[in-house]
């Protein structure tokens, strides 16, 4: 289902016209395991780790080897590993692979494809020596997790400005069980915090790592 504004056809309903209640849509002839909203345009992921994009692509977004805006969930080109976990920003998308690698795609003009420039692209590019990565997520600017809890962020905000993944918190300092990235800031669960506190019957935990250090 889907509902709101579809000027940009991020609806996938196979218009460009607002939509006032949520209205059943027609995906894929795969089972759609899990749905993602940017912030003009929506990505599916099939059971056959398929991604399907539908809305704004004026950026490259929806990775179709096009910028032409699309009405109706259309496959994503350039991976051929089956895909984990997808995240939508503003303006790009981040692919995490069955296999742990990271590709993205999209607006570039922040740096938060992670390529190490801020070229526009098309098509999913991989993201060299980003490996072992449990979760992706990203707003304006980009993160990671790896499966040892380390956190990578890429991009410009207020860490400054990283144009290839950078590790802000090792496995040595912190845990990162779990996170996300909004339009310009980040959360993150520190699961080494979260065993101190509950041994200590806190009830409220402030985290004892900063990026800006």
Not at 9 to 17: D, I, K, P, V
Not at 23 to 51: M, N, P, R
Not at 171 to 200: N, Y
Request: one cysteine or more.
């Amino acid at each position: 289902f889907s509902w709101g504004y579809g000027k940009n056809g991020a609806l996938g309903q196979g218009s460009f016209s607002n939509c006032y209640k949520p209205s059943k849509i027609y995906v894929s002839d795969s089972l759609v395991l899990a749905v993602e909203c940017g912030s003009q345009h929506s990505g599916f992921l099939t059971k056959t780790g398929k991604v399907l994009m539908c809305g704004a692509n004026h950026s490259g977004q929806l990775g179709i080897g096009s910028r032409e805006d699309k009405p109706v969930a259309t496959l994503m080109k350039g991976i051929d590993i089956p895909v984990e976990q997808i995240s939508l920003g503003v303006t790009h998308t981040l692919i995490l692979t069955q296999s742990r690698e990271v590709f993205s795609t999209g607006g570039n003009n922040f740096g938060q494809l992670g390529l190490g420039h801020k070229q526009t692209m098309e098509i999913p590019q991989k993201l060299q020596d980003l490996t072992h990565i449990r979760k992706v997520a990203c707003g304006q600017h980009s993160g990671a997790i790896s499966a040892d809890g380390e956190l990578y962020l890429w991009g410009t905000c207020t860490f400054g400005i990283h144009l290839t993944p950078h590790k802000v918190v090792s496995s040595e300092t912190a845990k990162i069980a779990e996170f996300d990235i909004g339009g310009s800031f980040g959360v993150a669960l520190d699961l080494s915090l979260i065993h101190i506190c509950r041994c200590r019957r806190y009830a409220v935990c402030r985290s004892r790592w900063s990026p800006y250090h």
